[in-house]
């Protein structure tokens, strides 16, 4: 069953119901190797999914649940391998959304839930996303608004002696570090292996070609072009989306990418914004849909 939550819609199963887990996989043509994250509706779920919280991993909690952010911790025995795709670890996420949270008390255990999208495409920030992807694979839809951040959670791993971000998202870099100065960026591009198995797949990623483009670039309008950025200059594409500000723009981005295939566009220039604050985030997504 798919539910809403502030990143993106999720595609929800029981954590330790391991015949609907395998499902969740099916449904997505998800890559066995690319483990889920397990969403809780209340702290006391958290013991029944970590077998260890060290104290900066409680801080973070502290700080950040419920909201856009997912812990790895090692996972306890009653975890089901097939939910994390055989690591000996586990996501862990207290979505804030308050649809999100009710179907959590009533769910009353833990759901495992990846983006409810097809492997590959972009994340669904719309119930229509979810039912283009996965309509005839799934039960159903909890249908809801088009999700706040419009991407998805940020990733911290804390198995080891400081947090280290697998993946940027809606709680920012200089967020975590106000509670712990010792984060680390992970997940490098040096060849080093990624600690975060879904990192190595595709992802986000139109059937167009993303360009990623400066101000001063201003490629021109040709035919079957799109323009998605905070610049008016972007006026005069066949679609074009001139957000109010980065964080509109994380917001629309992967509902635009979606549009864009709708109409058969063929390239997408996304202007490029700062590196800060959801703008991060922002422009990782935007990298990795353009170089794929
Ligand atoms: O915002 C979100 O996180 C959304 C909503 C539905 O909560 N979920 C989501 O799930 O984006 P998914 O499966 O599309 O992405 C989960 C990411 C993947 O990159 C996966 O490899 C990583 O988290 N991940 C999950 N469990 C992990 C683990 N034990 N160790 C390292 N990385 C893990
Ligand atoms: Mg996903």
Redesign the pocket.
């Known amino acids: 069953m798919a539910f809403p ?1 502030e ?5 929800g199963a029981g954590v330790f119901n391991e015949a609907a887990v395998k499902r969740i996989f099916e449904a997505k043509r ?1 890559p066995a190797d ?4 397990a ?1 809780i509706g209340s702290l006391e779920q958290l013991d029944q999914l970590a077998a260890e919280v060290k104290p900066f991993a409680r801080v973070l909690i502290e700080s950040f649940f419920p909201g ?1 952010l ?1 812990l ?1 911790l090692k ?1 306890s025995e009653r975890v089901p391998l097939i939910a ?2 055989r ?1 000996d ?3 862990i ?1 207290m ?1 804030k959304h308050s649809l999100a949270q009710a179907f959590l008390k009533a769910c009353g255990m833990p759901v495992v ?5 097809i492997s590959g495409r972009p ?1 669904p920030t719309t119930w229509k996303a979810v039912y283009e992807d996965l309509n005839g694979r799934i039960d159903c839809i909890l249908q809801g608004e088009a999700t706040e ?1 419009g ?3 940020t ?1 911290v ?1 804390c198995t080891s002696d400081r947090p280290i971000v ?2 940027l ?2 709680v920012s870099l200089s967020d975590i570090e106000t509670v712990s100065p010792d984060v680390e960026m992970g997940g490098s591009t040096d060849g080093t292996p990624l ?5 190595r ?1 595709k ?1 986000y990623s139109p059937k167009a070609t993303v360009i990623i483009t400066e101000k001063r670039d201003r490629p021109q309008p040709t035919q079957k072009s799109a323009f998605i950025g905070t610049s008016e200059w972007g006026k005069g594409f066949e679609r074009s989306y001139i957000a109010k500000d980065v964080t509109d723009y994380a917001h629309t981005l992967f509902e635009f990418f979606r549009e864009c295939d709708r109409e058969g566009i063929e390239t997408i220039y996304c202007e490029a914004v700062p590196e800060s604050g959801i703008g991060a985030a922002l422009m990782d997504r935007i990298k990795r849909a353009a170089h794929g």
Do not use: Q, W
């Not at 990143?7 to 595609?11: A, D, E, K, N, R």
């Not at 690319?34 to 994250?37: A, G, H, K, S, V």
């Not at 839930?113 to 999208?117: D, L, R």
């Open positions: 939550t990143t993106v819609y999720g595609l998800r690319n483990p889920l994250i969403h856009p997912t790895v996972k994390t795709a690591l670890t586990i996501g996420r979505p839930a990846p983006s409810a999208n994340s951040i991407l998805e959670s990733v791993d697998l993946r998202g809606g600690r975060s198995p879904g990192l797949h992802h």
